[in-house]
């Protein structure tokens, strides 16, 4: 059985202590978790740290970042390695965020270069894809995420495929109220998953995680994870609040 994983995406939010206290709060109200439904924390580089610290000790509890630099190290101002990301006990890193795809022009040719350094350097990969607007309301957006997910993901061999966690969302629906339906939801991440089997087989596209993030909250959650190929989710605005990360939690331990 694949792994359900809710993943708080903090983006650029919250002080060291507010963090600290966040993921305080969420550790003393946790539910049981286990190796079907697991937790991560996707905090800022400034908190890796105290949040590898505090998770120590709750299993099924992971650290990811939200970027890392293709290279080991070197003169890269401003950059962080994978390699130095597992050194500080990291184990999930996000690529592609498409926040990132626009902010900071990375390109699919880029992303495989991250992919390949976090890869190299014994951390999973939570990939993110999803279309535009634009896109969506032209009809075209499983040709367009088959595309991302090709040009990023397909230069990997079986062994390394199976350390990718897929994320799909949908730019339209991030941050901006307006959730993709559990319908739509569900229709990508099957699509997504058929792509993969083509390329992998069915064991192996069985077994990827897809998540779905896009204003994804304690109030539809139910509903999106009721998807029979929605794992879980990545959250932006509702993992800042415990009460509303754990209610995605609740709904991933009920689902399925
Ligand atoms: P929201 O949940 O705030 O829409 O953000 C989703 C997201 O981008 C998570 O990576």
Redesign the pocket.
């Known amino acids: 059985m694949r792994k359900k994983i809710v993943?708080?995406?903090w983006?650029m939010n919250l002080t060291i202590g507010e963090g600290n206290a966040l993921v305080a709060d969420i550790l003393q109200k946790l539910p049981q978790l286990n190796e079907q439904n697991q937790v991560v924390f996707?905090a800022p580089y400034l908190h890796l740290h105290s949040v590898v610290r505090d998770t120590q000790a709750s299993p099924f509890v992971s650290v990811a970042a939200q970027n890392c630099h293709h290279e080991k190290s070197g003169a890269y101002t401003g950059e962080i390695s994978a390699f130095m990301l597992q050194d500080a006990g990291v184990k999930y890193v996000?690529i592609g965020?498409?926040?990132r795809r626009a902010y900071n022009q990375e390109d699919n040719a880029l992303l495989v270069k991250k992919i390949d350094a976090a890869l190299c350097n014994n951390l999973q990969v939570i990939f993110?894809c999803g279309e535009p607007l634009e896109i969506r309301d032209s009809g075209t957006q499983n040709a367009y995420v088959e595309q991302q997910i090709k040009e990023s993901l397909f230069h990997l061999d079986a062994a390394a495929m199976v350390r990718i966690t897929v994320?799909y969302?949908p730019i339209w629906?991030?941050?901006?109220?307006r959730?993709a339906t559990a319908e739509q939801a569900q229709d990508m991440h099957q699509h997504i998953r058929q792509v993969l089997a083509q390329q992998y087989g069915a064991t192996i596209a069985n077994g990827t995680s897809i998540l779905y993030?896009?204003?994804?909250?304690a109030s539809n959650a139910v509903e999106l994870f009721a998807g029979a190929d929605v794992d879980g989710?990545?959250?932006?605005?509702?993992?800042l609040i415990a009460s509303d990360f754990l209610g995605i939690i609740d709904a991933m331990i009920a689902s399925k």
């Open positions: 993943a708080g995406n983006k996707a996000l965020h498409s926040e993110c994320a969302e629906a991030i941050g901006t109220g959730t993030g896009g204003s994804c909250k989710g990545l959250i932006g605005g509702a993992a």
